[in-house]
T-cell receptor
Framework: DGGITQSPKYLFRKEGQNVTLSCEQN?????MYWYRQDPGQGLRLIYY???????QKGDIAEGYSVSREKKESFPLTVTSAQKNPTAFYLC???????????????FGEGSRLTVL | SQKIEQNSEALNIQEGKTATLTCNYT??????LQWYRQDPGRGPVFLLL?????KEKRKERLKVTFDTTLKQSLFHITASQPADSATYLC????????????FGTGTRLQVFP
């Protein structure tokens, strides 16, 4: 079935370590996104990409990095520079019809990162 | 600054009743509004999209209204069931710019038998 796969589901990190969260989609969507979700806050956009080999910062990009070498993949690295990385991370994708995005986001199941 | 408000308190209703959730916004002129369902520990699932020139949209037991004058959307679930228990998120967006999608904090709905 088509969808978005995030891994790992749970991840523990020691302070000072970088970690990479995987996101793969087989929906043939052009655009992919990373959001962060914290209790009591709406989803906040970290990075997004509308085309291979190109990506833009979202509202809270500091301390994160991404790559988009393939259409299907959009991994997120949480670096040691991120001061408060413990959160639930969500990857999403959307399609563009005639260059116009339909607006609907398809989300993965999320990755919960805990810093020890 | 742009702001979306959803009732942070949980909504508890009895099975069979209609659940009504509210999404209010300020300092924003969205082209469309979306509603998502999110179960604990899982990613949101898209439910409905309503555009600024639409007053109401329905899908099975779901109904969404969009009042751009009041800057408010109402999300209704009729004949609610315990399986409808989840957190419901609203999101506002602009055409051609999905990077500008803004999410509310969500309202938790609990339907009890």
């Amino acid at each position: 079935d088509g969808g978005i796969t995030q891994s790992p589901k749970y991840l523990f990190r020691k302070e000072g370590q970088n970690v990479t969260l995987s996101c793969e989609q087989n929906l043939n969507h052009d655009a992919m996104y990373w959001y962060r979700q914290d209790p009591g806050q709406g989803l906040r956009l970290i990075y997004y990409s509308q085309i291979v080999n190109d990506f833009q910062k979202g509202d809270i990009a500091e301390g994160y990095s991404v790559s988009r070498e393939k259409k299907e993949s959009f991994p997120l690295t949480v670096t040691s520079a991120q001061k408060n990385p413990t959160a639930f991370y969500l990857c999403a994708s959307s399609s563009a019809v005639g260059g116009r995005y339909t607006g609907e986001l398809f989300f993965g199941e999320g990755s919960r990162l805990t810093v020890l | 600054s742009q702001k979306i408000e959803q009732n942070s308190e949980a909504l508890n209703i009895q099975e069979g009743k209609t659940a009504t959730l509210t999404c209010n916004y300020t300092n924003y002129s969205p082209a469309y509004l979306q509603w998502y369902r999110q179960d604990p520990g899982r990613g949101p699932v898209f439910l409905l999209l309503i555009r600024e020139n639409e007053k109401e949209k329905r899908k099975e037991r779901l109904k969404v209204t969009f009042d751009t004058t009041l800057k408010q959307s109402l999300f209704h679930i009729t004949a609610s069931q315990p399986a409808d228990s989840a957190t419901y998120l609203c999101a506002l967006g602009q055409l051609y710019n999905t990077d500008k999608l803004i999410f509310g904090t969500g309202t938790r709905l609990q339907v009890f038998p």
